[in-house]
């Protein structure tokens, strides 16, 4: 696995981290003053970041977030596509994911966008 891979593992790690306080620590390895925004939400900081993911996965019980595809990256840039489903059935929504992160490898910026459904 090549840091991409990992930074798309820990990003959607993040997201499917139903414990609060298990989130916080993956958290810890995000950027303090990272920043999320995609058309449905927007969040900074590692304490708004957990809040939004709160709030995401209260509007979505019981679905999770799978990598769809390759991991894609260049220099401080990483691109992937994942899908949001139950356990064992079809997605509910797909995206794409741009990551940039800092110069210590911690997730510092996240830009997502909607392919399809979950609005």
């Known amino acids: ?69 390759a991991v894609d990256g260049h220099g401080c840039n990483i691109r992937f596509s994942w899908a949001l489903s139950p356990e064992n059935g079809e997605p509910v929504a797909r995206g794409t994911d741009f990551v940039r992160v800092d110069e210590q490898g911690r997730i510092a910026a996240v830009t997502g966008f909607l392919d399809t459904g979950a609005a």
């Open 1 to 69: 696995m090549n840091d991409f891979d990992k930074i798309a593992a820990l990003y959607l790690a993040t997201w499917n981290e139903a414990d609060e306080a298990q989130r916080r620590l993956l958290l810890n390895d995000w950027a303090e003053d990272a920043r999320y925004s995609d058309p449905l939400m927007h969040g900074e900081g590692r304490e708004g970041i957990s809040a939004m993911i709160s709030a995401a996965r209260a509007q979505f019980p019981g679905l999770g977030f799978k990598l769809h595809g």
